[in-house]
């Protein structure tokens, strides 16, 4: 209660009793307490109200095998995570998104093989009763179409950047059919999803995709989970790496949830962690900091 009544008086809401003596005070004009302390209570009981209509999702594992398991991260979108065996990291866990709306999905990212792919088709059929409508993997390794013939093979169309058709080609990957340039926007149910370009960073096709229903956004290779190394650079350009995500920052300063390619999803500090974590310094910068 005491700090209801310094909040109260900070703004002006409690009449000022200086002055007044002590045998005064009864007298002392204490209806002018009842509004504002009646509008406190209101606005506390409000917040706490709307808090309550809008808790925070609580994420849960909806389907798990030796080869994928799918988590609910928010009502209707769904990370997938399947597996990759490699050299220098060992054995990687790598991240998709899956969003929802009505009987209809799209998916960012394929599972890292057909195996894994057909089991991810299978149980968006079986036990969540959609269609998808779509996959867009986000960059050309295969830790993000390496199960795209799986998708072919169930008659979904892929949808890709330019130049991650280009690399596809040049590596000898199963090609994505339909391209875009800049970004792609498509309905899923009645909301819509965008895949975009903001420049180069993992790759030089690297690409994320937002969820407006839900404001997720995929980042697929291009962020990183909190605490994470710079992993694999040999397609990355890292000088330009943290200009790319600064971009996807200004075009999407509210997010909720960022899911990246590997690891622990988060929020919106996955982007700054990310921007420190490639951020170049000019020559003498870190001299003119301490001075």
Not at 136 to 153: E, V, W
């Amino acid at each position: 209660m005491g700090t209801v009544v310094i909040i109260a008086r900070q703004y002006k809401f409690l009449p000022n009793f200086t002055g007044y003596k002590p045998h005064e005070l009864t007298t002392a004009p204490m209806k002018s307490l009842f509004k504002p302390l009646l509008f406190l209570l209101f606005a506390c009981s409000f917040f706490y109200v709307n808090a309550q209509k809008h808790p925070r999702f609580k994420a849960k594992v909806v389907y798990k095998s030796k080869e994928l398991v799918v988590t609910q991260i928010a009502p209707n979108s769904f990370e997938h995570t399947s597996f990759k065996q490699t050299t220098d990291f060992g054995y990687v866990p790598c991240n998709g998104l899956l969003v929802r709306d009505g009987n209809e999905t799209i998916i960012f990212d394929t599972p890292t093989n057909d195996k894994s792919a057909e089991l991810l088709i299978k149980w968006v059929k079986e036990t969540l009763q959609c269609s998808i409508k779509a996959i867009i993997p986000t960059h050309f390794h295969d830790d993000c179409l390496g199960g795209l013939q799986a998708f072919h093979d169930n008659a979904i169309p892929s949808y890709a950047y330019f130049r991650t058709i280009e690399f596809a080609q040049e590596n000898k990957y199963v090609v994505p059919q339909n391209s875009f340039r800049d970004s792609l926007v498509l309905k899923v149910g009645n909301e819509t999803i965008v895949a975009k370009s903001f420049g180069e960073g993992h790759t030089k096709d690297n690409v994320v995709g937002y969820f407006s229903k839900e404001n997720i956004l995929f980042g697929g290779c291009l962020l990183k989970e909190m605490g994470a190394s710079k992993g694999y650079l040999g397609d990355a350009n890292v000088a330009e790496w943290s200009n790319t995500v600064e971009r996807i920052k200004s075009q999407y300063p509210n997010l909720q949830v960022v899911v990246p390619g590997h690891g622990k999803y988060g929020d919106k500090k996955l982007l700054d962690y990310t921007i420190g974590l490639f951020k170049t310094e000019m020559f003498g910068e870190q001299l003119f900091k301490k001075n």
